[in-house]
């Protein structure tokens, strides 16, 4: 919304605009964009405050609002009388709920730069956490970081190239995180973040940190680029 006000009032600012923040906010369009590109999603399913009661127990899963951040609403539910809670805990945040099966892999992010400047894309970081990846993780201070994620060359090209063309298909800008589980059968896009934290120890300033790039040159290159 902010971006929208801004595009009305003639002012430049630094990342994604109006179109690539929603759509990439919205987790179920995500999806639908990934598998026209042939970029794999966990199996998943829409529902809503109407459809929600239809919904039967399939196995563990994870159950997120669809649009929202920071992992508020979010739950992997493994026991079945888990689930009518975690459901109603992502409607608060939302009216309408993905329920995605449980991918077992590596969670590993890279970060898309991109402007008048060039594109650069950043080394992997893979997020090493006790447990579940939720808000108390991500803010705790108890997850490890690692940069560059120890990874192969394919995985990396495979990462590269994906998270490459999710921000083109978005009409992303500015920068972007793109969040993969990494599998024994290569990749699968968790979500794409337009709007990624930027304090100098943030995973995307840490990601282009591995790279050579440092937080003021960061901020210096989105600045010039939205100026551009």
Known sequence: ALAAL???AGVPYAGSGLRAGA???DKWVTKLIAEELGIRTAPGRLLTARTVDGYAWSGPVVVKPVAAGSSLGVAAVRAPGDLPGALAEALRHDDRVLVERVVEGREVDVAVLDGPGGR???PALEI???GFFDYAAKYGGATTFLVPAPIDAAAGKALEAAA???FDALGC???ARVDFFLTADGPVLNEVNTMPGLTEH???PRMF???GMGYPDLLDRLISDALA
Do not use: P
Request: glycine residues 8%; aromatic residues 0%; charged residues 10%.
């Open 202 to 204: 943030s995973q995307v």
């Open 23 to 25: 759509l990439a906010m």
């Open 6 to 8: 801004l595009d009305l």
């Open 164 to 166: 490459g063309a999710m």
């Open 120 to 122: 650069i894309v950043s």
């Open 209 to 211: 940190a591995a790279a």
């Open 173 to 175: 800008r500015g920068v």
């Open 128 to 130: 090493v956490a006790d």
